[in-house]
């Protein structure tokens, strides 16, 4: 008898599994101009709401310090020539590989987090700082979530490293605009207001990121208090909030 409902359990399980990959197999691109889903994988399944939402969070404020590296590098060409690649492109993809595999940059001299961030700002730092200062910034949030890029049940957030993270960026950003080298030069051009029109593409990504935190941190700070509002709700939907029947029942 047991063996049989073990049989049974299993079954169904591989049977949700089947399932689950058959529809994210199935799931197509968003059309232009609807919110775009990513695609459903088994490793959901071990995943809470705020585990998903972290890891799509993580994913797209990576994204969007790639983005701000190509926007850098197009204002400052300059800076990815230092780095010996042949081509702005070539700079992107060797950056790229080293945020998703998490290298150390090498002319951050060995430093992470916040150390690697104060070099890449530094009026003094030489070297590629669109690379150094995208790979410390990716460091740093990664630093923030534990040192992880993806989450599941068996995980947890700091709610206090997210909000420090989100004021290390809105930080940063603050030295990017007001810092000056020797020369007396913005340590690198970004927003730009003038006479020939607003360029303030830098500001909103690096908002983005910001907001994405701030959401998170306060969801993170919610969630034990929530999983009790949670537990209570499913305890009154199933007793007292049930809707009763309304008409006679026939025998």
Not at 82 to 104: H, T, Y
Not at 163 to 180: D, Y
Not at 195 to 213: M, P
Request: glycine share 8%; aromatic share 6%.
């Amino acid at each position: 008898m047991i063996a049989a409902r073990r049989h049974s359990t299993w079954w169904w399980v591989g049977l949700l599994l089947l399932l689950f990959v058959l529809v994210g197999c199935a799931a197509t691109p968003a059309p232009k101009g609807e919110v775009p889903a990513a695609p459903a994988t088994a490793a959901e399944l071990g995943q809470s709401d705020v585990n998903r939402m972290a890891t799509l969070g993580m994913r797209a404020n990576l994204d969007s310090l790639l983005s701000l590296a190509d926007k850098l590098y197009r204002r400052n060409p300059r800076e990815w020539r230092k780095g010996g690649a042949a081509s702005r492109e070539e700079a992107l993809e060797r950056l790229r590989v080293a945020v998703d595999q998490r290298q150390m940059w090498p002319t951050l001299q060995g430093r992470r987090d916040v150390a690697a961030l104060a070099l890449a700002l530094s009026p003094e730092f030489a070297a590629d700082r669109v690379a150094a200062f995208i790979a410390a910034m990716a460091d740093m949030l990664i630093v923030a979530h534990g040192g992880k890029t993806e989450f599941y049940l068996i995980d947890g957030l700091d709610a206090q490293s997210l909000h420090n993270a989100a004021r290390n960026v809105e930080i940063a950003v603050w030295m990017l605009a007001q810092r000056r080298d020797a020369g007396g030069q913005p340590l690198l051009l970004a927003d730009e207001i003038g006479a020939q029109g607003r360029n303030l593409s830098f500001e909103r990504e690096f908002g983005k990121v910001v907001a994405r935190l701030d959401l998170l941190a306060a969801v993170s700070a919610e969630k034990y208090r929530r999983a009790v509002v949670s537990y209570v709700q499913n305890l009154l939907g199933g007793t007292l909030l049930q809707f009763l029947p309304v008409r006679a029942v026939t025998q």
